[in-house]
């Protein structure tokens, strides 16, 4: 690949571009506010303040919360459901939990309402044997009364059609023949697994954005195209891949989650290239924060994903984990003398109160003003009202001076984030102390080393533009084609050649659509797993595999030793059983030169500060401010310090000694003593 790369990640607030020259490794950067609700508006915007020729791209690779977005808002298209007679509240019954673990109130919309939920007379069992034939005419009355009802997508979701799909796509026929578009989803031909909740979710989101997504990416297109790019439009898939935009709406659902996946994937690429392949990547950005465990240079990627409450999207997705605190999250006392931080979020309008933009909530984003650690200067007149709001609604209630009273709602924000990482590491059987934490996003940084104090962790890598990373993300991001086949079968009892036909139909069905796809890539490889757990239990566990030719040996020993990894228990008396079977072919596309996302010209042969600050360190420090494009690459400071960049801010605590790596990134070594 000669010609430009361009990434372009579209978030709730900003929209950030990255574009790349391979042959040269110069790089342009843009981050302009997003268009809501047409996004395309905020793309085409990226390109113009960068200053891009369209004509000149090779390749342009988008991240879009078009979909995640409209499932956590609700904002879908109306969309019907077939289904077996005597299942049309399975969407609603779920696995009967609560949205609140105590209590007995709480909130929940499914993803189609009830008077869209339609039943046929059809039934097969467990094994794929007919029980009941498929009625026809009912399919058929079904798919014109949901016409009526003024649908535009159909979702046709039977009970074990994974085991037998054949009423499924006799049902799909007779709909093509009825429905004015191809907006129509079969549940066993997205996800082959056997729990009909979760198939029949993850099918019902799957129509319900289908229309919005392929809407919005033809529109982008075409404005792309009006503007001379004449290449392919790639976007981001939540498991970290990526698929042309012609055919990214026939599995929608597969973009949930695309941001904070490209955010995974450009750590994974940083840290191989810093030789840092353990890493707990940590993005904060304005309302919440994302966080994920890489271990041995792999992206974690699960098709366990509940994305909130009682919406399991099981296809296979980069395991990112969300809490809802960020720089706009707001600080309160509670009417018990608590204090509360988020997950309510002051969002980007009206914002923080230091925004000047009309709010008048404190956020963590005022805290962090009030410690010294963001500019007072470039805030004016707001900085005295961000004051005044943190004595008001948090200093007065707790008896605390104003910069105690930051200092602790800057502690409660990093304990939410710190418990959040302990559930990707810690609970799953890994220690913090053996991974580097990957910090990005807008605000990452400034809490960064903070919490890798409170969790052991020994070093904090700061990528090169923290702010931008999800667009850098889009930008290195390889192709890559998941496959799951559901089995269900003790492992003693299944039929081995069985299971390496399957293994082996998947790699070839993925090396297929990678083959088709129009890219330069410098290798394709396969990865194999299996979802297992002992017989009775709900929970899987994912096995690696050595190959399509794995042996029942092999998956068994493979399946105790993960076990006692996790979990430190050895339950030989109980059989295992082979839940599904999982084959990713991944496209690897040839290596990126990242060294010049700061570029080199601008830096000083030694660190000078811009200016010394009042920091709030349990007291009043004067700290030295420098700005990141002007520090040497040869990097050795001691803390503390506060370094600025167009896109973040880090601080470096006392004690902590920070330096920089040949591609500029940053890091801290933590001081845990």
Not at 246 to 258: C, G, I, N, P, Q
Not at 438 to 465: I, M, N, S, T
Not at 489 to 499: H, K, N, Y
Not at 537 to 547: A, D
Request: proline share 6%; hydrophobic share 45%.
């Amino acid at each position: 690949m000669t010609g430009l790369v361009a990434g372009v990640d579209v978030g709730g607030t900003f929209t950030d571009l990255v574009i790349l020259d391979p042959a040269t490794g110069t790089v342009r950067l843009a981050k302009v506010p997003t268009t809501l609700p047409d996004q395309s508006g905020g793309v085409l915007a990226a390109f113009a303040e960068a200053g891009a020729d369209l004509a000149a791209m090779d390749l342009i690779v988008h991240g879009t919360t078009t979909t995640t977005n409209a499932v956590l808002e609700r904002k879908l298209c109306k969309t019907g459901l077939i289904t077996t007679q005597g299942f049309r509240d399975v969407l609603e019954l779920g696995r009967r939990t609560r949205p609140q673990a105590y209590g007995m109130t709480g909130h929940f919309v499914p993803v189609i309402p009830r008077d869209l939920r339609l039943e046929v007379a059809e039934r097969m069992d467990a094994r794929g044997r007919v029980i009941t034939a498929l009625d026809e005419r009912s399919v058929a009355g079904a798919v014109r009364q949901l016409l009526d009802q003024g649908c535009e997508s159909l979702v046709i979701h039977f009970l074990h059609a994974y085991a037998n799909p054949a009423h499924e796509l006799r049902a799909a026929e007779i709909a093509a023949g009825l429905w004015p578009n191809g907006y129509i989803t079969t549940g066993h031909s997205l996800l082959s697994e056997s729990r009909e909740f979760e198939r029949g979710v993850t099918a019902a989101v799957n129509a319900s954005v289908q229309p919005l997504l392929e809407r919005y990416v033809v529109r982008l297109a075409d404005g792309l195209r009006a503007q001379g790019y004449a290449r392919d439009l790639l976007v981001m898939n939540g498991n970290g891949g990526m698929v042309a935009a012609d055919k990214v709406a026939r599995e929608a659902v597969k973009t949930v989650m695309s941001g904070p996946a490209s955010g995974v994937m450009a750590a994974v690429a940083t840290g191989r290239r810093a030789g840092m392949a353990n890493l707990l990547t940590y993005d904060m950005g304005g309302t919440s924060t994302d966080v994920a465990m890489i271990k041995g240079g792999v992206a974690p990627v699960s098709n366990e994903i509940e994305v909130e409450y009682a919406m399991p999207i099981h296809v296979p997705m980069v395991d990112v984990r969300t809490v809802g605190a960020g720089g706009g999250s707001i600080a309160r006392v509670d009417q018990g003398g608590m204090l509360r931080v988020g997950p309510e979020s002051a969002g980007s309008y009206p914002g923080p109160v230091c925004y000047g933009r009309g709010g008048d909530r404190v956020t963590i984003s005022d805290a962090n003003l009030l410690l010294g650690r963001l500019p007072a200067h470039r805030f004016g007149q707001a900085a005295q009202a961000a004051r005044a709001a943190m004595e008001a609604q948090v200093a007065v209630p707790l008896g605390l001076s104003v910069e105690q009273a930051a200092e602790a709602v800057v502690r409660i924000a990093n304990t939410h984030m710190a418990g959040a990482i302990r559930m990707v590491s810690i609970s799953m059987g890994a220690d913090p102390r053996d991974f580097a934490l990957f910090a990005f996003g807008g605000a990452g940084p400034l809490h960064a080393v903070a919490l890798a104090r409170e969790l052991g962790v020994p070093r904090v890598l700061v990528p090169a533009r923290p702010g931008l990373t999800n667009a850098l993300g889009c930008v290195v991001a390889d192709l890559r084609h998941d496959f799951v086949r559901t089995l269900n079968r003790p492992l003693d009892g299944v039929d081995m050649a069985a299971v390496q036909a399957v293994l082996s139909g998947q790699e070839a069905e993925g090396r297929r659509a990678i083959g088709a796809e129009k890219l330069a890539l410098a290798a394709v490889r396969a990865e194999f797993s299996a979802d297992m757990q002992f017989v009775g239990q709900t929970h899987l566990l994912r096995i690696p595999l050595p190959g399509p030719d794995v042996s029942r040996e092999e998956m068994q020993s493979g399946f105790e030793a993960a076990y006692w990894a996790r979990f430190k228990v050895d339950l030989p008396s109980i059989r295992a059983n082979l839940v599904n079977l999982n084959c990713s072919v991944i496209g690897e596309r040839p290596e990126l030169d990242l060294s010049r996302l700061i570029e080199p010209g601008g830096r000083l042969p030694e660190p000078e500060p811009q200016e010394m600050r009042q920091v709030w360190f349990g007291g009043w420090v004067q700290v030295p401010v420098y700005w990141r494009d002007h520090l040497p690459l040869a990097l050795n400071l001691q803390g503390p310090a506060i370094i600025e960049q167009m896109d973040t801010t880090l601080v470096v605590e006392p004690g902590c000694r920070v330096t920089s790596d040949p591609d500029g990134n940053l890091v801290v070594e933590v001081d845990n003593a």
